[in-house]
T-cell receptor, first 109, second 115 residues
């Protein structure tokens, strides 16, 4: 089983739609969780860290379910500029972040 | 907003040659990392560095690779004898913390092409 698994997509959604991505992780010792955004051939940019209580940043909401070992990202009112690949990452309390392959989102006008 | 910078943006080299990729982490960060991403694949951890020594490395980071912090600002990745399969995007990252919520910030990357 892969350490971090994501549906590669693509998710094609119309502008204004709500879209959700899930990510599962296999290492039960994982302590930190992240969502990054990566545009084509660019660096990953930190979107948000994911806390046990869940957290929200504008149109973005992240949730963590430790019992089922998954994290989710919800994007409300999708914009064209949200089109990107969304990477899920986990860290076992040490330094490296393990990434999934990413989920591609295409927002359509 | 402070950011991680990397040079060069693109490096083309012949197989067997040595390359050095350079990074300037965010100035108050203490932990430094190298990751790589082969085209179409996921971002993979190579090595982490703290207090002037390697703190963790992956299986990819074999004897052909080395890292150094030659001065107070630069962080370098050296590949001694490049192979075709080293062609990838190499990202440097830095973080303030090394554990807990260790948010890592990535540089724009160096695209390495080995011919």
């Amino acid at each position: 089983r892969k350490e971090v698994e994501q549906d590669p997509g693509p998710f094609n959604v119309p502008e204004g739609a709500t879209v959700a991505f899930n990510c599962t992780y296999s290492n039960s010792a994982s302590q930190s969780f992240f969502w990054y955004r990566q545009d084509c051939r660019k660096e990953p940019k930190l979107l948000m860290s994911v806390y046990s209580s869940g957290n929200e940043d504008g149109r973005f909401t992240a949730q963590l379910n430790r019992a089922s070992q998954y994290i989710s990202l919800l994007i409300r009112d999708s914009k064209l500029s949200d089109s990107a690949t969304y990477l899920c990452g986990t860290s076992g309390g040490y330094q490296k972040v393990t990434f999934g392959t990413g989920t591609k989102l295409q927002v359509i006008p | 907003e402070p950011e991680v910078t990397q040079t060069p943006s693109h490096q083309v080299t012949q197989m067997g040659q040595e390359v050095i990729l350079r990074c300037v982490p965010i100035s108050n960060h203490l932990y430094f990392y190298w990751y790589r991403q082969i085209l179409g694949q996921k971002v993979e951890f190579l090595v982490s560095f703290y207090n002037n020594e390697i703190s963790e490395k992956s299986e990819i980071f074999d004897d052909q690779f080395s890292v150094e912090r030659p001065d107070g600002s630069n962080f370098t990745l050296k590949i001694r004898s490049t192979k075709l399969e080293d062609s990838a995007m190499y990202f440097c990252a830095s973080s303030l913390r090394g554990s807990g919520v260790n948010e890592q910030f990535f540089g724009p990357g160096t695209r390495l092409t080995v011919l």
